[in-house]
């Protein structure tokens, strides 16, 4: 690559950086269903026609943010994981769960952009897939290192369960029992609901103790999978 051609990347990065930072902070102030371009690009001091040449429409610049929050989140995670990687699996498994949480506590705005209200006439696509599937695997990872060698596999489940339960475990976790696979998808769901419902207030005059309820819920959900 030239000089000239290294130069221009580099500008790039950094008008597209100055971009999602300026949709960020407009996420914040007005929610993502009111994000456009052109007004990103009237707070930039930039035409609209410029700002096309970075992000096609407002949906590219969506998909953008959202890759980033979920990029973000799991780097925590696994960050946090690193540094207890040769731990129990329980203490593994409260330690991603905690730092997803702390992650959420800290960028309030992202979070709701990944995991809040649907932004009306956006479908995310299939490039968001791996970004939003880190936390998920590290907590199969867990799991499938609790279960070497015989366990539980956890709750019988209802003949009329089983076929999806089958095809859930076929697609996240062959070597896990369906059972197991089934838990675990109930898990990472309430673990990003009791996350949700701490951030948007559904437990103002429940819960006080925030950090110890949910260090006692999500220990609930680890023995759920069969870790203990």
Not at 168 to 187: F, G, S
Request: aromatic content about 8%; hydrophobic content about 45%; glycine content about 8%.
């Amino acid at each position: 690559m030239s000089t000239a051609q290294g130069a221009r990347a580099r500008a790039r990065i950094e008008v597209t950086a100055t971009i999602k930072d300026e949709a960020r902070r407009q996420l914040a102030a007005e929610g993502a269903a009111k994000l456009s371009l052109r007004a990103v690009a009237r707070e930039l001091g930039m035409v609209s026609s410029a700002l096309y040449r970075y992000f096609a429409s407002r949906d590219d610049l969506l998909t953008a943010l959202i890759i980033d929050a979920y990029d973000s989140l799991g780097e925590s995670a696994e960050h946090a994981h690193a540094a207890v990687a040769q731990a129990r699996p329980m203490e593994r498994w409260v330690t991603v769960c905690e730092a997803a949480r702390g992650w959420a506590l800290a960028h309030p705005h992202e979070y709701a952009l990944i995991y809040g209200s649907p932004i009306p006439g956006y479908t995310a696509p299939q490039a968001t897939v791996p970004a939003a599937s880190r936390v998920g695997l590290l907590l199969i990872g867990i799991t499938r290192d609790a279960h070497r060698g015989p366990g539980p596999t956890g709750p019988a489940l209802a003949d009329e369960l089983r076929p999806e339960a089958e095809r859930i475990a076929a697609d996240l976790a062959p070597d896990l029992p369906p059972e197991t696979a089934t838990a675990l998808v109930a898990a990472w769901a309430q673990l990003f609901g009791l996350i949700g419902f701490e951030l948007f207030g559904q437990f103002n005059r429940v819960v006080e103790d925030r950090e110890q309820f949910f260090r006692h819920a999500v220990t609930q959900l680890a023995r759920g999978v069969g870790l203990d």
